[in-house]
């Protein structure tokens, strides 16, 4: 039996075509990162195991870690009760998510004052992950 794709059909995407991706590590429940995915990026992530994106600023598929190397393996691909938003489990390689060298982007934390505080280490100078300042 020849699968559909239904599976795709049941997203609720946006008028853009797309649906907001979030990035969660599998075993530890960290939020990683969230981004856009559109119709042929979910797809190619089911297919290869790899997470895919739609970039928008840059306008084309994002194959994370395409760059620094950083691949986010799958491990299990959810919806939320309406199907407007995508939640997929990771294995994070090299442990950094963030262009910014940090494990999770959401590396800033409002504190009592009403600053945003940087509360996350950065594990590797993005310099030496892309290559370019
Ligand atoms: N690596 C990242 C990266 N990692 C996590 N994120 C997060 O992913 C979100 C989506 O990025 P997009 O470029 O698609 O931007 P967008 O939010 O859709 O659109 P804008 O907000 O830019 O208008 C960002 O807002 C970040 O929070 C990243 N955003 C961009 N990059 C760039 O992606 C390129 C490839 O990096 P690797 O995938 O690690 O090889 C490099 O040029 C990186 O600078
Ligand atoms: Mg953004
Ligand atoms: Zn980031």
């Not at 649906?19 to 995915?37: D, F, R, S």
Request: aromatic share 8%.
């Amino acid at each position: 039996m020849t699968e559909n794709d239904d599976w795709l059909d049941a997203i609720k995407w946006d008028a853009q075509g797309l649906v907001p991706a979030i990035a969660q590590e599998w075993g530890t429940g960290k939020i990683l990162m969230m981004a856009w995915m559109n119709r042929e990026s979910l797809r190619l992530t089911r297919e290869s195991g790899h997470v895919v994106y739609w970039s928008r600023s840059r306008a084309k598929l994002w194959h994370k870690g395409e760059e620094s190397g950083n691949q986010q393996v799958v491990r299990a691909i959810r919806i939320d009760c309406d199907a407007d938003v995508v939640l997929i489990e990771v294995e994070q390689k090299g442990g950094i998510a963030c262009h910014t060298g940090r494990h999770s982007c959401f590396y800033r934390k409002l504190d009592a004052t009403g600053q945003w505080v940087e509360v996350d280490p950065v594990i590797k100078d993005p310099k030496a992950i892309y290559g370019r300042p």
